[in-house]
C-alpha cells in the first residue's frame, strides 16, 4: 500500500507561521485530492482541509492547504496556543482494489 | 447537527470477531459514504474501509479478508466486522462520515469513538 510521509514533529511560538508537509508519490497524491485533520488531546478528528485548499464553514483561514506534484502542505498562521494538536494529512491510493484512504503518519504540532 | 454514535463490546478475545455499530442521527444515511477508522494506542489514523449504502464496500488492503462493512437503512446505521482479531486490532474505532455525496469529500462528521480491547 502507499506511504504518505509527514515530520513526526512540529513546533513554533505564538503568532508564528508554522508549515506542515505531506510528501507521496504519482498513485496518491499526485492523482488525488488532500485533506488534512486536526486532532486535539483526546478527541476525535476533524476534518480542516478538503480537497486541497477547502475550508470547512467554521474553520478559521488561518488554516490554508496547498499542493504541488506529489507534495502537499499545511500552513497554520497566527499560531495559537489552542492549535496544539497532532495534524494528519490524507490522500487517496490508486490501486488495483481501490482507491483506498491512505493517512500520513501524522505531526504532532507543539505551541512553545 | 447529526451525530454518530458507536457502539458495541469495549473487550474482545484474540481470534473472535469484532463487531461495532454506527448510529446515523438524522437518519440520512441513504445520502452519503460512510467510513470506520481506527488509531491504535498513542499511534497515527489507519482508515478500515468505506461503503456508500447502494454499493460496494471498499477495504483496507492491508485489512481485506478479516473486514466487512454493512450498511442496515432501516435502522440508519452502519456496522464493522472484523475477524480473527489481535492484540494489533486494540484501537479506538471511529466511524466517520465522508462529505458530500462522493468518496472524495473529507471526512467532516466523526463519532466520538469507541476503544476495543483484544484480550484473553
Known amino acids: 500500500q502507499s506511504v504518505v510521509t509527514q515530520p513526526p514533529s512540529a513546533s513554533g511560538t505564538p503568532g508564528q507561521t508554522v508549515t506542515i508537509s505531506c510528501s507521496g508519490s504519482n498513485s496518491d497524491i499526485g492523482s488525488n485530492f488532500v485533506f488534512w485533520y486536526q486532532q486535539l488531546p483526546g478527541t476525535a478528528p476533524k476534518l480542516l482541509i478538503y480537497r486541497n485548499t477547502q475550508r470547512p464553514s467554521g474553520v478559521p483561514d488561518r488554516f490554508s492547504g496547498s499542493k504541488s506534484g506529489t507534495s502537499a502542505s499545511l500552513a497554520i498562521s497566527g499560531l495559537r496556543s489552542e492549535d496544539e494538536a497532532d495534524y494528519y494529512c490524507a490522500t487517496w491510493d490508486d490501486s488495483l482494489s481501490g482507491p483506498d484512504v491512505v493517512f500520513g503518519g501524522g505531526t504532532k504540532l507543539t505551541v512553545l | ?120
Do not use: H
Open chain 2, 1 to 120: 447537527q447529526v451525530q454518530l454514535q458507536e457502539s458495541g463490546p469495549g473487550l474482545v478475545k484474540p481470534s473472535e470477531t469484532l463487531s461495532l455499530t454506527c448510529t446515523v442521527s438524522d437518519g440520512f444515511i441513504r445520502s452519503y459514504y460512510w467510513n470506520w477508522v481506527r488509531q491504535p494506542p498513542g499511534k497515527g489514523l489507519e482508515w478500515i474501509g468505506y461503503m456508500y449504502y447502494s454499493g460496494r464496500p471498499n477495504y483496507n488492503p492491508s485489512l481485506k479478508g478479516r473486514v466487512t462493512i454493512s450498511v442496515d437503512t432501516s435502522k440508519s446505521q452502519f456496522s464493522l466486522k472484523m475477524s480473527s482479531v489481535t492484540a494489533a486490532d486494540t484501537a479506538i474505532y471511529y466511524c466517520a462520515r465522508e462529505r458530500g455525496s462522493s468518496p472524495e469529500g473529507g471526512m467532516d462528521v466523526w463519532g466520538q469513538g469507541t476503544t476495543v480491547t483484544v484480550s484473553s
